[in-house]
């Protein structure tokens, strides 16, 4: 059996990475450890209540107690994190939690593992263990017109959040270059799919323009994005986990690159087809102010995946932009519940008797 304490799980990304793993491996489980904050959605996992291989922890990874008895009970052989605080908008507003969260937070759970797995007389680490920091393609700033990002560009992020998540990557590489800690960080480009929340632009706009509400688009639109489905990133997680060189840094990207109004527009077309609708149409565009600090163009060269771990993508933009609109239009009352708050009542009730 092996076992994976991950962090933030009842998140956009972590909810797939749970249903991926859980899909397609019989003989693991995993320990999800999350705080629930407005972005942890319990309600995604609802399908595992009684699948004894999920097991829900409610709490915070800043919580040097709580991580160092999780490790010691459940004896982790994979601590992959997920937890953060994920919203640029959110840290141009308030940057503090994002250093509570992102860097704090990380530095707890490595010194929580380092102190479980490392035996410091004989500077050795208890075989099988790994930890996987699952990091941005934010943390190396902003590209031109020309090239990608390589594992060796070099780390310049322009926003409090991805500041927090390049800080975190230092200190997993610290605990790596200093101790010998086993360790990886995947740096995965803007992901889209089913469950994220509507704070992000694609169900954001989804949800707009659904209702007809302004569509509103940051600046002229034409930022770049490297689009990637959510699970061929979690695809990604597992191989780099399972079979990634310890020490290593993995870019994860699909080349997929959009800008933002290319986004809108797409959308715009599909629900207005999909729901014969003539008032979803471009008219409910506004452009507003752009974001500070806004980066231009982000793009990864994911040559180093593919060739040590024959990592790639499996849905196109085009199929999986279909399949994302066709899941939040099939889950309406999932976007309602998120849109009203009445998901955070479902952790109180579901677990008060357990
Ligand atoms: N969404 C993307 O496009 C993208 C791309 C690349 C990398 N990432 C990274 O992937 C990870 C997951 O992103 P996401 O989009 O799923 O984020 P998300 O905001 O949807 O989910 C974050 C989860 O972390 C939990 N959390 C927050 N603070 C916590 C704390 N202190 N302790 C325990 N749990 C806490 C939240 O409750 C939530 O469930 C993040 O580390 C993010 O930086 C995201």
New binding site residues.
């Given amino acids: 059996m092996t076992t994976y304490l991950t ?2 799980c ?5 909810t797939t990475f749970v249903h991926y793993m859980l899909s397609r491996y019989t003989d693991i489980r995993i320990i999800n ?5 407005y ?2 959605n319990l309600e995604n996992l609802k399908d595992l209540e009684d699948d004894p291989r999920h097991i829900f922890v409610h709490g ?3 919580d040097k107690e709580l991580v160092a008895k999780l490790i010691a009970d459940y004896d982790p052989d994979y601590i992959i994190n ?6 640029v908008d959110r840290s141009i507003a308030n940057p503090e939690i994002f250093v509570t ?1 992102n860097v704090m ?1 990380t530095v707890n759970l490595l010194q929580r593992a380092k102190e479980a797995w490392y035996d410091a007389g004989q500077k050795t680490w208890k075989s099988g263990k790994k930890y996987v920091q ?4 934010e943390v190396y700033g902003a590209l031109g017109a020309e090239g990608f990002f390589t594992e060796t560009t070099p780390i310049n992020p322009h926003s409090p959040y991805s500041s927090s ?1 390049a800080s975190a990557d230092h200190f997993v590489k610290a605990f790596h270059d200093t101790y010998g800690m086993p360790v990886n960080i995947t740096r ?4 889209y799919g089913h469950f994220q ?1 509507p704070e992000k632009l694609i169900p954001l706009m989804i949800n707009n323009a659904k209702n007809h509400k302004q569509l509103p688009v940051y600046g002229d639109g034409m930022q770049i994005r490297d689009w990637l489905y959510v699970e061929d990133h979690c695809k990604a997680i597992d191989m780099v986990a399972t079979a990634g060189r310890v020490g290593e840094v993995y870019n994860i990207g699909g080349h997929n690159e959009r800008p933002n109004i290319f986004i809108v527009k797409t959308i715009i077309h599909q629900l207005s087809e999909r729901l014969h609708d003539p008032e979803i149409n471009e008219g409910l565009i506004k452009h507003v102010e752009d974001r500070l600090g806004h980066d231009r163009r982000y793009g990864i060269d994911p040559s180093k995946i593919k060739a040590d771990l024959g990592w790639y993508p499996e849905t196109t933009f085009e199929v999986g932009i279909v399949k994302t609109i066709d899941w939040y239009l099939d889950n309406q009352e999932w976007m309602e519940r998120v849109t009203s708050g009445e998901y955070q009542k479902y952790y109180a009730e579901m677990y008060k008797n357990r």
């Fill in positions: 962090t933030g009842a998140g956009f990304i972590g450890l999350d705080a629930l904050t972005a942890g915070n990874i800043c997920f937890a953060a605080e994920s919203h969260t937070g699952v990091s941005t393609d998540k995965c480009s803007n992901n929340f």
